[in-house]
């Protein structure tokens, strides 16, 4: 099983920025899907993001042109950039990967937006 860290998560004010990462244990440049996942308090786990080896990527209707997923095979980090942040995006971001049909996550990164 791949394993996950996710860093990078806090307190921002609204319009503000933030980068995730998630360093995997493997190789990331192995690994098909990898994605980004968020939990806000009272809601379901919802994905907003995905990378696949390929270097295809998409994108939940809720953060389409504000987020921007992105890999470093060299790193074996996974990223994702947060712009033009919205309370609403307020929530634990999970990072996620399937390698061999195995289910990996993260323990999870708090990112709160307020002023």
């Not at 809601?43 to 042109?65: C, F, M, N, P, W």
């Not at 992105?70 to 996974?78: M, P, V, W, Y």
């Not at 307020?90 to 937006?113: D, I, K, L, P, R």
Request: net charge neutral; aromatic share 10%; proline share 3%.
């Amino acid at each position: 099983q791949v394993q996950l860290v996710e860093s990078g998560g806090g307190l921002v004010q609204p319009g503000g920025s933030l980068r995730l990462s998630c360093t995997a244990s493997s190789s990331s440049a192995s690994i098909h899907f990898m994605a980004w996942y968020r939990q806000a308090p009272g809601k379901q786990r919802e994905r907003i993001a995905y990378s696949l080896r390929d270097g295809t990527t998409d994108y939940a209707d809720s953060v389409k042109g504000r987020f921007a997923i992105s890999r470093d095979d060299a790193k074996n980090t996974l990223y994702l950039q947060m712009d033009s942040l919205e309370p609403e995006d307020t929530a634990v971001y999970y990072c996620n990967s399937v390698h061999s049909a195995v289910y990996s996550w993260g323990q999870g990164t708090q990112v709160t937006v307020s002023s």
